[in-house]
C-alpha cells in the first residue's frame, strides 16, 4: 500500500529528501519517477488563485485594450502573460512555496533557479499547444532534469476547458516528438490533466506535455512556474530586475532561486567564493549538476 505520510526512518535523509518525507510527498516523487509527472491538489487556496487571475488580466488588459472576461470571452486569441514574478506580490508568495519547491527541488537540486513565470492565456480562439519537452532544443537529453515545470491551474482543468495533457512516461524517451505524434488531440497515448482549480501539476523537463484547444467560451488561465538548473540559461533576467524590498518579504532561500548568488558572471569587482557557499549541497549532492 502507498502511503502519503512520513516514513518512521530514523536515520538521516538528505535534505532535499527530509523535505520530502516531511510535506507526505512520497508518493508523488514516485509518480515522477515512474510516470515523469505528479499531480498535488488544492495547493494554492482561494484567495491566492483570485489574486493570481487578477494580476495576469491586469498585464492582459494593458497588452490588448480590454479585459477579458474568465466565463464568458469569446473574442480574438490572448497573448501569453510573462514576467509576472514583477506582475504582483502573490507571485512571489507562490515562488517559495513549499510543496512546489519540495518536488522541483528533488527534480532539479538545490542549485534551480527560476527561468520564468508565465501565463498560457486560452480563449476558444487560440490553437492547441503541440506536445513538446520542456527541454531546451540544442542540449542533449539525460535521464535527470535539467529544466522542470509546477503548472498550477488557476481554471478547472478538462479537455473541454483546454487544460494541459501529458503523455506518461515520456521522460524517458530522451526526444521530443515529432511528425504527428505531437497533436495532443490524435495522438492516442495523451492523458488530459482533468484537475480542479488550484491543483498544482509537476513534470521533469523530458515529459511531452501540450495542452488542448478549449472549446467552452471564456478564457483558461495557468500559472507555469518553469525551473533550471543553473548552468541553463534561463529566460527572463529575473536576477537583474529583482529588488532588496522583494529578498527582504522573502529570504533567503527566495533569493537563491532568484539567482542571485550565482558565482558565474562576475564583473570588475572579481569571483566571489562565499556565493557558491549559499548552495546547500554545493560539494555533496550528487544532482546539484
Ligand atoms: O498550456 C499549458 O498548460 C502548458 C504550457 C507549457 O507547455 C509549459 O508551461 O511548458
Ligand atoms: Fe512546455
Known sequence: MSSNKPSERTFPRTEVFAEIDRLGLNSNVLELESEGYTVVPSVLDAETIARAQAAILNQLERKTGSRPDLKTYDGPALP???????????????????????????????????????????????????????????????????????????????????????????????????????????????????????????????????????????????LAVFMARNFITRQERIKENVTPEMIERNGERFARLCSLYEFNGYEEDGPDFAKAAKYPGFLIDPRFG
Not at 94 to 100: D, K
Not at 118 to 139: E, I, W
Not at 164 to 191: A, C, K, Q, W, Y
Request: glycine letters at 6%; hydrophobic letters at 40%; a negative charge.
Open 80 to 222: 501569453l502573460a510573462h514576467f509576472l514574478l514583477f506582475e504582483d506580490e502573490v507571485f512571489e508568495e507562490i515562488l517559495v512555496n513549499e510543496v512546489m519547491l519540495a518536488l522541483l527541488t528533488y527534480l532539479l537540486g538545490q542549485s534551480m533557479a527560476i527561468s520564468s513565470m508565465t501565463s498560457h492565456v486560452k480563449a476558444s480562439a487560440n490553437s492547441h499547444l503541440p506536445l513538446h519537452s520542456d527541454t531546451p532544443g540544442l542540449f542533449p537529453f539525460r535521464s535527470e532534469s535539467i529544466v522542470a515545470n509546477c503548472n498550477f491551474a488557476l481554471d478547472d482543468y478538462t479537455k473541454e476547458n483546454g487544460c494541459l495533457g501529458i503523455i506518461p512516461s515520456t521522460h524517458r524517451f530522451g526526444r521530443n516528438p515529432t511528425g504527428d505524434e505531437n497533436n495532443p488531440h490524435t495522438n492516442p497515448f495523451v492523458v488530459p490533466i482533468e484537475v480542479p482549480i488550484g491543483s498544482a501539476i509537476i513534470y521533469h523537463g523530458n515529459t511531452w506535455h501540450g495542452a488542448f484547444k478549449r472549446e467552452a467560451p471564456g478564457v483558461r488561465l495557468n
